[in-house]
């Protein structure tokens, strides 16, 4: 009998109602002739409720004891749902990270899966016609509980759908995958199918559909996977391996990261770029777009640095700033960067004349690259303005 992973996210799974919807959902493939592997996330709210409650506590949670609070919410979701489920007499088993046999490293918050128990998950899909997986979390080699980072049930759900050589669904409250995300342009389409790449570009750049680990599991291991809501019966969007490309559009889709910090460094001798980049690694900053270049004997360099939680940013980019004394460095926000997508844009001609045709090139501070992408840095008051030019001009 062939088996189905199906993830649920928290919106999905918030009160008794929608766990009714969910169940009716697994049970509709049970019919099917599916055994279904059921990735649960904490319930609603829950995650952050339990981070905001070790805040009450300390400023500080040392990251193990987070990750053991923590990994309580799908717990619970995971028990609840089976409970529902048994009700409607289906035979089914709730599974923590540790029974299932979700190994990862050490890195608590942001643990990388290593293995994944295959044979006992196999000999449990042989038992029963649903097991319902905590998503989100693991455990290390030496027994602690780790959890995977933002988007971790995504991970999950990916992992365990590539260990066992099956398809997987992911539900939320967004019918799939849209050109823009709808909030920031109500006119966006849903795509019937986007490639793994450009979903794995997209997700990088700020689309929040899927957590850009598990598109990279998905695309190394040939996972078939839809994108859909559980709050309708609408079909979702999947994601490929290749899209043909025959009469595609250029562009697929546009994504926006908000909170970009703006850093521009002017130093006598381009040697100070190393130590300026050891000085980031210490401060645990990503740098992102990066700009080079010489003037009258200086040099000048340019970039942006982004994370979720941006005031720490800003404070460790201040700390930075304090502690240089061999060059001048001057720190802004209040940025955005806009990345336009296309897996055609590697034949097509023009894309970056189309785009300066609406956008005026002094209003864009960095620009970078890739085969299959263009990404600006712009005004985050300008963004929006842009947005909407450009997804005119794209057919977006």
């Known amino acids: 009998m062939e088996t189905v992973v199906q993830k ?3 919106s999905s799974l918030r009160d008794r109602e929608r766990l009714e919807k969910v169940a009716e959902r697994i049970l509709a493939s049970i019919e099917a002739g599916f055994r279904v592997l059921t990735v649960v996330s904490a319930m609603g709210s829950t995650t952050q409720q339990l981070i905001d409650l070790s805040r009450s506590v300390t400023d500080h ?31 089914c088993r709730s599974v923590n990270a540790f029974q299932a046999g979700i190994v990862t490293d050490n890195s608590h918050n942001r643990a990388k899966i290593k293995t994944i128990d295959k044979e006992r998950l196999m000999r449990w899909l042989t038992e029963y016609e649903v097991l319902v997986i905590t998503g989100f979390q693991g455990v290390t080699d030496q027994g602690d509980l780790t959890t995977l980072g933002r988007g971790g049930s995504d991970t999950t759900a990916v992992a365990l759908a590539a260990s066992l050589g099956s398809s997987c669904e992911i539900y939320s409250d967004v019918p799939g995958v849209f050109t823009i995300d709808p909030k920031r342009y109500p ?20 689309s929040k ?61 381009a040697s100070a770029i190393q130590d ?7 401060m645990d900053l990503n740098i ?27 404070e460790k980019l201040r700390a930075i700033q304090g502690s240089l004394n061999m060059a001048s460095m001057n720190i802004e926000n209040h940025y955005s960067k806009i990345t336009l997508v296309g897996s055609h844009m590697r034949t097509s001609v023009g894309v970056a004349s189309t785009i300066f045709s609406v956008i005026p090139p002094d209003r864009v501070f960095l620009i970078t690259t890739s085969e299959i992408s263009i990404s ?7 963004s929006n303005e842009m947005i909407h030019a450009l997804a005119k001009e794209f057919e977006l």
């Open 8 to 10: 649920y996210g928290g």
């Open 61 to 91: 949670p040392p990251p193990r004891e987070l990750d053991m609070l923590l990994t309580t919410g799908e717990q619970v979701s995971a028990s609840l749902l089976c409970m529902v489920l048994a009700e409607k007499g289906v035979k």
């Open 187 to 206: 006119l966006a389409r849903k795509l019937a199918v986007i490639s793994y790449d450009e979903m794995l570009e997209m997700a990088r750049t700020g």
């Open 209 to 269: 559909v899927l957590h850009d680990r598990s598109v990279e599991i998905a695309k190394k291991f040939k996972v078939p996977l839809t994108c859909a809501s559980s709050f309708s019966e609408e079909e979702g969007s999947r994601v490929i391996e290749d899209i043909d490309l025959e009469n595609s559009m250029p562009v697929t889709g546009l994504s926006v990261l908000d909170h970009q910090w703006l850093v521009k460094v002017t130093m006598q001798s």
């Open 276 to 282: 300026i980049r050891l000085l980031f690694e210490r």
């Open 288 to 314: 992102d777009m990066i700009a080079l270049f010489q003037n009258k004997g200086e040099f000048i360099v340019s970039f942006t640095v982004w994370e979720e939680d941006w005031e720490k940013a800003g």
């Open 376 to 382: 600006l840095l712009v005004r985050t008051e300008e």
